[in-house]
């Protein structure tokens, strides 16, 4: 049960899309079609923005994107906004036990 | 409107015992399963057990197996982790979510802190 592989810090400008990615193994990332992903501010519970890969729930922007090839996930996050920054976790289901990624902080310069 | 409330947590010394709750308000709550999810301080999220609408089916992350066990009240619309035998490395902020399909957990509460210190 090791935790999937994120990037700690990505950046970008207002406007801008970024990219943030998520390896795991062929245990779970590339098992299974069940990638999300959570977006939490500091102090606060963490948020659904993205699930079974690449659908949003109510109320998520489309600007958030997800998709997945092999053993890596990704989630673009495109025409950036100041409240876009914070942390994002990964996450995928492997069978009897569910996995997160270490989370990516995201600063808007 | 949907709600998780999350209490029990708490100082505890290490190899004591805690029982953690959470209430489920405006949903079907017995149509769920649910899930506990930790996260110790300034550290990521860590997914640490589920258990199935009928309570029939559980499951554990390798790091509580043994010493945690998850369990729910339907008809109290309530979610339980008895955690024993605690470690420092426990301490966390403890959340439960409500889980409506594989990896996904869609409503959380507002979490509960545990701390295993001596």
């Known amino acids: 049960q090791s935790a999937l592989t994120q990037p700690r810090s990505v950046s970008g400008s207002p406007g801008q899309s970024v990219t943030i990615s998520c390896t795991g193994t062929s245990s779970d990332v590339g098992a299974y079609n069940y990638v999300s992903w959570y977006q939490q501010h500091p102090g606060k519970a963490p948020k659904l923005i993205i699930y079974?890969?690449?659908k949003r729930p109510s109320g998520v922007p489309d600007r958030f994107s997800g998709s997945k090839s092999g053993n890596m996930a990704s989630l673009t996050i495109s025409g950036l906004q100041a409240e876009d920054e914070t942390d994002y976790y990964c996450c995928s289901f492997a069978g009897r036990y569910v996995v997160f990624g270490g989370g990516t902080k995201l600063t808007v310069l | 409107e949907v709600q998780l409330l999350e209490s029990g947590g708490g100082l505890v010394q290490p190899g004591g015992s805690l029982r953690l709750s959470c209430a489920a308000s405006?949903?079907?709550?017995?149509?769920?399963?649910m899930s506990w999810v930790r996260q110790a301080p300034g550290k990521g999220l860590e997914w640490v057990s589920t258990t199935h609408d009928d309570a029939g089916t559980t499951y554990y992350a390798d790091s509580v197996k043994g010493r945690f066990t998850i369990s729910r009240d339907n008809s109290k619309n309530t979610l339980y982790l008895q955690m024993n035998s605690l470690r420092a490395e426990d301490t966390a902020v403890y959340y439960c979510a409500k889980r409506p399909g594989r990896g996904i957990f869609d409503i959380w509460g507002q979490g509960t802190m545990v701390t295993v210190s001596s």
């Open positions: 079974d890969v690449n």
């Open positions: 405006g949903i079907t709550y017995s149509n769920y399963a």
